[in-house]
């Protein structure tokens, strides 16, 4: 297929979704979403193109079929050339490898595989893991037990992982086991997994990092002895619960005291960095230079408002600031660092000019370059290309799209590689020379296209035509984006969805929905929305949902997301409030009827709002919801809200639980007894402060279920419940 058959191909496509939606109303379209096409069936589960890895000759890749194979495709053509791993001819000790998830060493000879997964918390996984060679077909077990982040060394002849909160690595060739660290106890020290709290709100787990040539291996340890415990019961069957105790540090406690090491192999050394003399601090990332012996660490405060780059020496653990960044309110932290082949300078990221914009500074020079700049902000750094002094990057387009774009290192020659306004969820192939481009909004499926360096499409990858004649049967709502003012006249990004045969001389009731966390945003030009489905479930027994990001959101630079900052709650159940008072103010609104739901943060929104003010909302239903910001972690609340003992105003006059009092209208109070995250504490908390303030509400807990709550028939349970209520109450 050409490039200009594929461009009118994909216009096509997009043109017959289109139409597909304006003509969901007409006779054809009759069949009706239920719970059970969304949570049980998949009716309108969108296809993907899992495992799609370009191998280091850039011509063919790499997928494993649905039988469990995995084979090589010409990345052109699509043709199948060889199978690498045929699952029914690989067992171990007469048991099939089920390969939950697969990676090669680098000189692309062996295969990790990774089986039996078992999950942890929200990132962490234990896995079986076996090496393949694919040349000898010889298969190998790493351990007997489950581990955690198997990895191969740079050469490939070794992978590390970590058992037991200990760090080993295995050499292939002799089969020899090595410890690399033995101070591991649990609840106690950790070495080379995260503790609870860095996994959740830094969003990593692996704590250790081959170098790039594989001399060293540096990795955090963990001190979490002086952390206060949470024990959480499972019910399961028996006379007494089960009860899992964790380290959970929460708002103004205390934290794991963190070290960085750096082992030696040859010599099987382990050197400390030096991290300063102080001890209450952060440490979000750690990352190696181009060098084998210098590795970067991130020093972060308490306040997590000061950010120090440290350069290390991994034989003597000396160390240097090459870089810091403060900040008024708060910096987030990323893994966008990259350092360039000159070894003295990096590109990074920063709001530093308002909005998240990419930089190169060089720390001999201490000359800083901006790569990117105006108001659209720099969504993700897809990666720098050293070779073709190239770099790549997702940007917003109009706050709601994103565009893929590429510029030089210098900031010059910067191009939009994307053709069509809306999401772009852009994957890098092997190389640089191909990107798998998801594209899709909020009224079109995704299309997966393989793309080149120059933006050129290579091949259409998977068009969702399927889901698209199945979308067709059904009774859609469209997807309106508007922006609604709120108190102060600031427009905020919103969408509605009406139901399909919508008279305009009808009054409907509506249900809002949003989350309103920190830098978050729902509005977006994406397929599908959140909650989708059951919003157009809603729409179809003649609800309209109404969605808005509010003051905080993410998007519009840093003044808008942190203005929030030390009152989460206040600005954000503000313009929710605003956003109902303008809906009432529609002819085709029933002003006595506007409802608000979410989840986590979301959750703890709908609860404001419906306490706050009793009189815009008639209803409101709230998912494992924080109630009381004390009770939650404090990696994320501090860097929000400081601790409580420094802002005891922002804690109480935003809290849920101190509102109580103001109930009016219908609340329903929903969580998960084995939530980690956000604790069944929050809930049952609130409950005490309604009944205290007898205030009839309803409550329901799902046993043994997180922060997701999900498995088996649980979300359907969920969503059966909801829906129940809303009808009724709403």
């Not at 216009?11 to 009706?32: D, G, H, P, R, Y």
């Not at 050394?269 to 300063?276: E, F, Y």
């Not at 309209?544 to 600005?571: C, S, W």
């Not at 420094?646 to 209208?665: F, I, Q, T």
Request: contains cysteine; neutral net charge; aromatic residues 14%.
């Amino acid at each position: 297929m050409t490039q200009r058959s594929i461009a009118h191909f994909c216009k096509a496509m997009i043109c017959f979704f289109v139409c597909t939606l304006s003509l969901n109303s007409t006779a054809s379209a009759q069949k009706e979403i239920t719970l059970e096409d969304i949570s049980l069936k998949g009716t309108f589960r969108a296809a993907s193109v899992p495992g799609f890895n370009v191998l280091n000759n850039g011509s063919s890749y790499v997928k494993q079929e649905t039988n469990g194979d995995i084979a090589v495709y010409d990345l052109k053509s699509n043709k199948p050339l060889r199978i690498i791993f045929d699952k029914k001819n690989n067992t171990f000790e007469g048991t099939a490898i089920e390969a939950a998830d697969f990676s090669f060493s680098a000189d692309e000879k062996k295969l990790l595989l990774r089986t039996d997964a078992e999950n942890i918390y929200r990132r962490s996984v234990l896995y079986k893991v076996y090496i393949f060679d694919i040349a000898t077909k010889s298969l190998q077990q790493l351990d007997a037990e489950k581990v955690l982040h198997a990895s191969f060394s740079p050469d490939g002849t070794k992978v590390a992982f970590v058992k037991n909160n200990n760090i080993f690595y295995k050499d292939l060739a002799t089969g020899q086991l090595v410890t690399v660290t033995t101070s591991g106890a649990q609840n106690k020290i950790i070495n080379g997994n995260c503790d609870w709290v860095y996994e959740e709100e830094f969003e990593f787990t692996q704590a250790y990092q081959w170098s790039p040539k594989g001399n060293y291996i540096a990795y955090y340890t963990f001190d979490e002895s002086r952390v206060k415990e949470y024990t959480i019961p499972y019910y399961e069957g028996k006379d007494y619960p089960r009860n899992y105790t964790y380290k959970y540090p929460k708002a103004g406690e205390a934290n794991s005291l963190v070290s960085i090491h750096t082992y030696a192999l040859q010599s099987r050394n382990t050197v400390a960095a030096d991290l300063g003399t102080e001890s209450d601090q952060y440490i979000p990332r750690i990352k190696w230079s181009n060098k084998d012996d210098e590795l970067c660490i991130y020093r972060l405060n308490r306040l997590q408002n000061q950010l120090d780059l440290l350069l290390t020496n991994a034989q003597t653990g000396q160390s240097s600031v090459i870089y810091n960044e403060s900040n008024q309110y708060y910096l987030e932290i990323n893994d966008n660092l990259t350092f360039l082949n000159d070894n003295q300078s990096f590109i990074f990221n920063s709001e530093k000019s308002g909005y998240n914009q990419l930089y190169k500074w060089n720390w001999h020079t201490k000359q800083l370059i901006p790569i990117t700049t105006g108001t659209n902000e720099v969504k993700e750094l897809l990666g720098v290309d050293l070779s073709g002094n190239k770099i790549y990057y997702t940007a917003t387009d109009q706050t709601i799209n994103n565009t893929f774009n590429v510029v030089d290192l210098n900031g010059k020659n910067g191009k939009v590689l994307s053709l069509y306004t809306g999401s772009h969820d852009v994957t890098v192939c092997n190389g640089f020379k191909y990107f798998v481009d998801k594209y899709h909004t909020a009224n079109q499926v995704p299309i997966f296209t393989l793309i080149n360096h120059k933006g050129k499409t290579v091949r259409v990858l998977e068009d969702n035509n399927k889901l698209q004649k199945t979308l067709a049967e059904y009774q859609l709502g469209k997807v309106d984006f508007m922006t609604i003012p709120n108190a102060e006249g600031i427009s905020l990004n919103a969408y509605m969805i009406k139901p399909a045969n919508f008279d305009a001389s009808k009054k409907y009731p509506v249900l809002m929905y949003q989350y309103s966390g920190p830098g978050s945003q729902q509005v977006i030009n994406h397929f599908p929305m959140d909650n989708f489905w059951w919003h157009q479930l809603l729409a179809q027994k003649g609800y309209i949902v109404v969605v808005a990001d509010g003051t905080g959101t993410g998007g519009r630079g840093e003044a808008f997301k942190k203005k929030t900052y030390l009152q989460l709650g206040k600005y954000e159940s503000e313009d929710q409030i605003a956003v109902a008072k303008y809906l009432a103010q529609q002819s085709y609104v029933d002003a006595a009827r506007i409802g608000i739901w979410g989840w986590s943060y979301g959750g703890f929104m709908s609860t404001t709002c419906l306490l706050k003010a009793p009189e815009v909302f008639k209803m409101a239903i709230a998912v494992a919801p924080v109630t009381n910001w004390r009770y939650y972690d404090n990696i994320y609340t501090e860097r929000y809200m400081r601790t409580p003992k420094e802002n005891e105003k922002g804690y109480d006059d935003n809290a849920p639980l101190s509102m109580a009092k103001n109930l009016k209208g219908n609340y329903l109070l929903i969580h998960g007894t084995a939530d980690d995250n956000v604790h069944l504490q929050n809930a049952t908390e609130m409950s005490n402060a309604l009944v205290n303030a007898n205030k009839d509400f309803e409550a329901f807990y799902y046993t043994n279920k997180n922060h997701g709550i999900y498995g088996g028939y649980t979300r359907y349970n969920l969503y059966k419940k909801m829906t129940a209520y809303l009808l009724k109450n709403l």
